[in-house]
């Protein structure tokens, strides 16, 4: 057994399954931790493979790696950091372009990053085909088909992490690229060691950025990633390297590297990705009545009816058992007490003032507990997002967006999630007036007492 | 023409955002540039709409599509 772990980072969009991989192969043997001094989540979790110990870093979901948000910086400055030996990028397969973006950020940081794309059982019932040859040349790492829903893949992808955690930068990338415009010397060469290759111009620019990175910085990682950073004005590599920029960054060149991001990889899915068109029809179909200008609202009512039926109904039926064996229990503890000869006091203390006092508050529990179940059911089938929609004209009334009408909804069940879960409003007025509104959505417990 | 004008089903192209620059950043990394094309899958008389960007569907309210300048493809 080797002395050092190996760390593996797990990175990705938010909802492409990473959390979902992650607990495949961690089981049960998870534990979340807060990250120090920043409200970022992270977890880890320890794997044994073939008589070597994985540490698997859950990282947040995020789009790109810049340093516009809290997010993004943590996210970005971990994987930076010495504590990860490989990336796992994972990507959702059936929606490939969006995804392929954070990768193409992922391979110019310079670390090793494998691809795991996930969800390849909703790929192949789209009938959609990944070309599993082409896109590995074309990005210069490997790529793994894994589901982890059905837990296809998965042992493949951490043989391959392990393989690879040396590996840089892929021995072949294969473009095809036109080059006979361009005038850069190194052309040839770069299209054989970057995955990504801008044009002319901002390739010039990177070079003389690296130089003078280079000259002084004599021990810098990964120049390349530091010179495309600056060129694109992120404010944390340039606070970090501070030079005189401002002859070579004459205007802003990062909308225009974005842009070639998004040409390269639309020029990726057209050569990997087959019967691309054919998607899923069905859910547009779902959709269309689900957030209809009329309907919209009427069957959004019905579903919250139908929550509250089983909120109310079926966990009252269950609270009828709670409330059987807690008096069970009430029985058992004082028949118990009183024949180990204990005083009126102590019965009196521990059947009529704990178990009742905490049993009182227990039986709300059932009640609680399918309310939020149905909640989480309705938000992972992304019916939530559609709720936002719907509700918008009416919260424009009261000056919110739809958005900071699901916050109010957890409301129905506890006021506390619910004031917490208006964070993930960006306005501050916005924030402040859902978290005082959120109040007065009556929780299930406001309904017992009325 | 702005987003909102847009009709349900139409196809059009990006020609200029004038958004806040958190904003469109936030955009432009989910793949929404000048230049890209976008359908229109639903929207509402004022002026929220759902797109669909690069094959993935997006929420977007009035305070987006009223500043965000596109013509049809």
């Given at each position: 057994m080797s002395t050092k772990q190996l760390a593996i980072g797990f990175v990705g969009n938010p909802n492409c399954g990473k959390t979902t991989l992650f607990n495949a192969y961690t089981g049960a043997n998870l534990k979340v931790a807060n990250w120090p001094g920043v409200t970022v989540e992270k977890?880890?979790?320890?794997?044994?493979?073939?008589?070597?110990?994985?540490?698997?870093?859950?990282?947040?979901?995020?789009?790109?790696?810049?340093?516009?948000?809290?997010?993004?910086?943590?996210?970005?400055?971990?994987?930076?950091?010495?504590?990860?030996?490989?990336?796992?990028?994972?990507?959702?397969?059936?929606?490939?372009?969006?995804?392929?973006?954070?990768?193409?950020?992922?391979?110019?940081?310079?670390?090793?990053?494998?691809?795991a794309l996930n969800m390849m059982d909703i790929v192949q019932e789209r009938g959609m085909e990944i070309d599993f040859h082409r896109l590995p040349e074309m990005l210069g790492i490997p790529c793994?088909?894994?589901?982890?829903?059905?837990?296809?893949?998965?042992?493949?992808?951490?043989?391959?992490?392990?393989?690879?955690?040396?590996?840089?930068?892929?021995?072949?990338?294969?473009?095809?690229?036109?080059?006979?415009?361009?005038?850069?010397?190194?052309?040839?060469?770069?299209?054989?060691?970057?995955?990504?290759?801008?044009?002319?111009?901002?390739?010039?620019?990177?070079?003389?950025?690296?130089?003078?990175?280079?000259?002084?910085?004599?021990?810098?990682?990964?120049?390349?990633?530091?010179?495309?950073?600056?060129?694109?004005?992120?404010?944390?590599v340039k606070k970090n390297h501070p030079?005189?920029?401002?002859?070579?960054?004459?205007?802003?060149?990062?909308?225009?590297?974005?842009?070639?991001?998004?040409?390269f990889i639309e020029e990726v899915i057209s050569e990997c990705v087959a019967n691309r068109v054919k998607k899923a029809e069905s859910t547009d179909h779902v959709d269309e009545l689900l957030t209809h200008p009329v309907l919209g609202l009427p069957i959004f009512l019905l579903i919250m009816a139908g929550v509250f039926f089983l909120t109310f109904n079926v966990g009252d039926w269950l609270k009828g058992y709670f409330e059987i064996v807690l008096e069970w229990l009430t029985e058992a503890v004082?028949?118990?007490?009183?024949?180990?000869g204990a005083g009126e006091m102590l019965i009196s203390l521990v059947a009529d003032g704990i178990l009742a006092g905490v049993g009182g508050i227990l039986t709300f529990l059932p009640n609680i507990f399918i309310l939020f179940l149905a909640l989480a059911?309705?938000?992972?089938?992304?019916?939530?997002?559609?709720?936002?929609?719907?509700?918008?004209?009416?919260?424009?009334?009261?000056?919110?967006?739809?958005?900071?009408?699901?916050?109010?909804?957890?409301g129905f069940g506890c006021t506390v999630p619910a004031v917490m879960a208006s964070r993930v409003l960006e306005n501050h007025r916005d924030r402040m007036k859902t978290i005082l509104i959120t109040p007065f959505m009556s929780t299930v417990q406001d309904f017992r007492f009325m | 023409?702005?987003?909102?004008?847009?009709?349900?089903?139409?196809?059009?192209?990006?020609?200029?955002?004038?958004?806040?620059?958190?904003?469109?950043?936030?955009?432009?990394?989910?793949?929404?540039?000048?230049?890209?094309?976008?359908?229109?899958?639903?929207?509402?008389?004022?002026?929220?709409?759902?797109?669909?960007?690069r094959g993935t569907r997006f929420a977007v309210g009035q305070n987006i599509t009223e500043y965000v300048e596109v013509k049809e493809v």
């Open positions: 977890k880890e979790g320890a794997m044994r493979f073939h008589d070597e110990t994985y540490r698997l870093v859950d990282l947040p979901g995020t789009y790109s790696l810049t340093s516009y948000t809290m997010e993004e910086t943590v996210t970005r400055e971990y994987i930076m950091s010495d504590d990860v030996d490989v990336i796992v990028d994972v990507a959702d397969a059936s929606a490939l372009e969006r995804n392929l973006y954070l990768t193409l950020q992922m391979i110019e940081l310079g670390k090793p990053v494998v691809l793994i088909p894994v589901s982890a829903r059905k837990k296809t893949g998965l042992e493949i992808l951490i043989h391959t992490v392990a393989h690879h955690k040396d590996k840089v930068q892929g021995e072949k990338i294969i473009h095809h690229h036109e080059l006979e415009d361009s005038h850069h010397e190194h052309a040839q060469e770069h299209h054989k060691k970057y995955a990504m290759v801008y044009t002319d111009e901002i390739e010039d620019k990177i070079d003389e950025l690296s130089s003078r990175l280079l000259a002084s910085y004599p021990d810098i990682q990964n120049v390349r990633w530091h010179a495309i950073k600056i060129l694109e004005n992120d404010q944390e030079l005189d920029y401002s002859d070579i960054l004459d205007k802003d060149y990062e909308k225009e590297i974005i842009n070639q991001k998004f040409s004082t028949l118990g007490l009183t024949s180990a059911f309705l938000e992972d089938s992304g019916y939530m997002a559609r709720v936002a929609y719907v509700m918008d004209g009416i919260m424009g009334k009261i000056g919110l967006s739809g958005r900071a009408f699901l916050p109010m909804l957890l | 023409m702005k987003l909102y004008e847009g009709q349900k089903g139409s196809t059009l192209q990006v020609v200029h955002m004038d958004l806040p620059l958190q904003l469109e950043r936030r955009l432009e990394v989910l793949g929404m540039l000048e230049g890209t094309k976008i359908t229109v899958v639903n929207r509402k008389k004022k002026g929220a709409m759902i797109i669909k960007i």
